[in-house]
């Protein structure tokens, strides 16, 4: 088991500077999944750790030994870290079973360390005599991560993995996978641009933007004080509504509401953060009363559009509610909303 | 002679934008691809320095006189009426054999592809042989035709292959028949690869020398070996082969400009489903009866002919033909090392450090390769005596000429391989603990290999059938299959010439199999 730490890393491509600044650290045998849009240099900040890239500034430390610094350069074949890219990058020459072995330098015990990461990422053995073309998209991930895991990296990097697999296979992929790195005990780092993902995957989750980390923690930290109101949408859908801070509370379209972070500079007008799902609606009842714009049936579910509040400081917010509920609303009826839980404070 | 270039500038990966200027070519390997890049400029600075050293007042009266222009004529003539023939031919076998039902479809897809075998001189030998009649600008045509729609046909099979039958169907379900979807529908998308083969087919017509001296038909390239061989490599033959050259490079300005700016690819993802075909029904005879006869006249009678003169004699038991034998795979295994030697570092350069500039080297290259061996002959000879006298009728010389003439053929295949071996999976190997050296030879050369060995066999089957170029630079008393061949049929022993002519054509047998391959796996993706 190792622990990774990056310490101010920054690293330009083509007179651009994509990373500035990165710190963070990765407690032995936890995950860390980094979520960024596209060209955020997520991708980058592996290929450094990796070590196929050498960073212009800051220190990356492997277990206590820094593998990249103004110092040192360890590189990528010496530094025990395993990497799966994002289309796999199976050898397309080699059967599944020299694929895995590839890294296994000690050929008598080679065979039986294939057999174990097969076991790991729950891979048939007789797939070992294809070849990756004969494969599908997951058992290809699943080889490749096998691949990785064989030579028992103290660090694995996974960029993007479930990407190039269908949406009902990659929740299914991305459990077993979580399966297999944790009976390898690896420390693990993920980068996706799917917020859901990281959070469902990350011990800690990481936001990066335009090459900056803004915010590091565990998931539902990251969640519940978002920093920043970008990151706050970047993680989940979010409602902003216009507040007047007063005594603690913060008085607004929907009545007081109770604060439990405050980014505000004090000055100036200030709004809240409210998640749809704290937002509880009922035809009569407590809360400010809203006219019902328009209602849309979705299977399951019904959306409907309402505006809290009357003019100018009226509030539109979309609510997706169980379809069971449907007979309560229809287009220009009142209906009372109300905020379940606390919000947080940013400058408007 | 360049059997083909089926895929000039192939399009290769897009640069990745994350790992731009990532990477950068050490000095060393950047010197080396210029060095190799100023070599394969030779030719074009033989033709401009014609121009500067020559002086247009000694030019002048050597272009502008009647032979010139009578030769002009022919030439463009040849090309203008040959080009468009082959283009009806090639894309319309390519159709039948790719969209209809007509019987045999397999067999008919590798025959229409199958007088690429045989070398238009060996060809040329055959008719005349045969038919004594055959001469001038018809027996030109007649022949050139026959030989060079191949050149037409291949791409333009990959490229209906490569079409998304769903904009035919959108078409149909817009209203429009069969013919009318293959017009305004089919017959555009092919654009590129009809402008393409065309060009080549141009290229090919220009720089023939031995069929149409053999059907006595006058075009700059035939006077131009007229020439050499009374005044050598004088004034008189450089002016020729500096309008020569002038022509080429107008035919590849042509060809650029028409291209445009439109894209062919399929939009979208998504796998293409199966197209769907057209009946022949009552035109299943008469579309059979075409073909038979296009193959009778293109394969039938010169196998035949040869054949025939086999018959004659004892012609095998000449004692000249294995030592030409011999020194054909001398000549043809050297000139393929060279090339692809040559061509290896170019297109790593391109394929793996895209950028502007790299691109451009290697157009260059293809622009260089594209004009008459009988002109990069000349060139080599010209700078041979005046720079190097050492290395004139020397094998070294021949090796080069091969080289230059048949780069775009090593090129091909070379960087083909170089793509399907992305730098993703040499990290992957050093994510796993090797060596960047080491994941080079694990994982990226055994990927090379296949295409490093197509693109050698391709060369060294083209240079074993090269005629013009050897005639010119080959040392004395070497004598290949093609140039062997030449001197018996250059003296009526039609007989005598027969094995050579059958040997020829048995080893241009596996070259068209492996382009057939490559221009099948290339519509395939």
């Given at each position: 088991m190792t622990s990774l730490l990056l310490d101010g890393v920054s690293k330009s491509l083509g007179g651009t500077e994509?990373?500035?600044g990165i710190s963070l650290r990765v407690r032995s045998g936890t995950r860390a999944a980094i979520v960024g849009s596209s060209g955020s240099g997520k991708s980058t900040l592996l290929r450094l750790i990796a070590g196929f890239e050498r960073a212009d500034a800051g220190t990356i430390v492997l277990d206590g030994r820094p593998v990249c610094g103004p110092a040192d350069f360890v590189p990528a074949h010496r530094r025990g870290i395993g990497y799966v890219a994002q289309d796999g990058a199976l050898f397309p020459h080699l059967t599944v079973e020299s694929n895995i072995g590839f890294g296994l330098r000690d050929r008598t015990s080679r065979r039986q360390r294939v057999l174990e990461a097969c076991e790991l990422v729950n891979l048939e053995t007789r797939f070992l005599r294809r070849f990756p073309h004969e494969l599908s998209g997951g058992q290809q991930q699943r080889v490749a991560l096998a691949r990785a895991l064989a030579p028992a990296p103290g660090v694995i990097l996974l960029d993007e993995p479930f990407s190039a697999l269908d949406t009902g296979l990659r929740a299914h992929t991305r459990q077993s996978v979580i399966g297999a790195l944790e009976r390898a005990e690896v420390t693990t780092i993920l980068v996706t641009h799917d917020q859901d993902e990281a959070m469902r995957f990350g011990h800690e989750i990481g936001v990066l933007e335009n090459g900056r980390m803004i915010q590091y923690g565990p998931p539902d930290e990251v969640f519940g004080d978002p920093t920043t109101p970008l990151t706050a949408e970047f993680l989940g859908a979010a409602i902003f509504v216009p507040v007047q801070p007063r005594q603690g509370r913060a008085e607004s379209a929907f009545g007081a509401l109770d604060v439990r972070h405050d980014h505000s500079d004090g000055a100036g007008a200030v709004r809240a953060l409210i998640r749809p799902e704290q937002l509880s609606v009922t035809a009569?009842?407590?809360g400010s009363p809203a006219r019902v714009k328009s209602v849309r049936s979705h299977g399951s579910h019904i959306e409907i559009d309402l505006t809290v509040g009357g003019k100018p400081d009226s509030i539109d917010v979309t609510l997706r509610l169980p379809r069971y509920r449907l007979p309560e609303f229809s287009p220009g009826c009142t209906v009372r909303v109300c905020v379940c839980g606390s919000v947080v404070l940013y400058d408007a | 002679m360049v059997l083909t270039r089926t895929t000039r500038n192939p399009p290769g990966p897009p640069p990745d934008r994350k790992r731009r200027g990532a990477s950068r070519p050490s000095a060393g390997f950047l010197v080396l691809v210029i060095v190799i890049t100023l070599v394969t400029l030779i030719p074009i600075g033989y033709v401009v320095s014609i121009g500067l050293q020559i002086g247009w007042s000694t030019l002048a009266p050597l272009i502008f006189r009647p032979k010139v222009g009578e030769l002009l004529v022919n030439t463009v003539l040849l090309v203008v009426i040959a080009t468009p023939l082959c283009v009806v031919l090639g894309v319309g076998g390519a159709w039948l054999v790719e969209r209809t039902n007509v019987p045999g479809r397999r067999g008919w897809a590798i025959l229409l592809a199958?007088?690429?075998?045989?070398?238009a001189f060996v060809s040329g030998y055959a008719w005349v042989s045969a038919v004594s009649s055959i001469a001038g600008l018809g027996g030109g045509l007649f022949v050139a035709t026959l030989a060079y729609y191949p050149l037409v046909y291949l791409p333009a099979a990959a490229a209906i292959r490569g079409l998304d039958p769903a904009l035919e169907e959108s078409a149909r379900s817009l209203g429009y028949g069969s013919w009318a979807v293959f017009f305004r529908v089919v017959l555009p998308q092919l654009r590129l690869a009809v402008w393409g083969g065309g060009l080549i087919v141009a290229l090919h017509l220009l720089a023939e020398y031995g069929a149409f001296a053999l059907l006595r038909f006058d075009t700059f390239t035939t006077a131009i070996m007229v020439q050499f061989q009374s005044s050598f490599a004088g004034p008189a033959a450089s002016a020729l082969g500096a309008v020569l050259a002038t022509l080429c490079l107008m035919l590849l300005v042509l060809e650029s400009s028409s291209r445009g700016r439109a894209r062919y690819a399929r939009v979208g993802s998504g796998v293409p489903h199966a197209p769907t075909v057209f009946a022949l029904r009552r035109w299943s005879i008469p579309t059979l009866l075409g073909l038979g006869t296009l193959i009778a006249l293109a394969v039938g009678v010169p196998v035949t002919s040869v054949i025939r003169w086999l018959g004659y004699g004892d012609p095998w038991a000449q004692p000249a033909l294995a030592a030409a034998l011999v020194q054909t795979a001398f000549l043809a295994g050297g000139g393929a090392v060279l090339t692809v030697l040559m061509a290896l570092p170019i297109a790593w350069l391109s394929v793996r450090h895209p950028s502007r500039i790299n691109r451009a080297i290697e157009g260059a290259t293809y622009v260089a390769s594209s004009l008459p061996a009988i002109v990069i002959a000349l060139a080599l000879v010209t700078v041979a005596i005046r720079v190097a006298p050492a290395l004139y009728q020397t094998t070294f010389t021949v090796l080069l000429a091969y080289a230059l003439i048949f780069l775009p053929r090593a090129l091909v295949s070379v960087r083909a391989g170089i793509a399907q071996a992305p730098i993703g999976l040499e990290e992957a190997a050093r994510a796993l603990g090797r060596s960047p050296l080491h994941a080079r030879i694990r994982v990226t050369l055994p990927l090379l290999l296949p295409s490093v060995a197509a693109g050698t066999a391709l060369v060294a089957l083209g240079a074993a059938n090269e005629l013009t170029a050897t005639l010119l630079l080959?040392?004395?008393g070497v004598r290949t299959l093609a140039t062997g061949f030449w001197s018996a049929t250059a003296a009526l022993r039609y007989s005598d010439a027969a094995p050579y002519a059958a040997l020829l054509i048995l080893l241009s047998i596996p070259a068209v199999a492996i382009m057939f391959a490559q221009s099948r796996k290339a519509s395939r993706r």
């Open positions: 994509v990373l500035h009569d009842g407590n | 199958a007088p690429l075998a045989i070398p080959a040392p004395n």
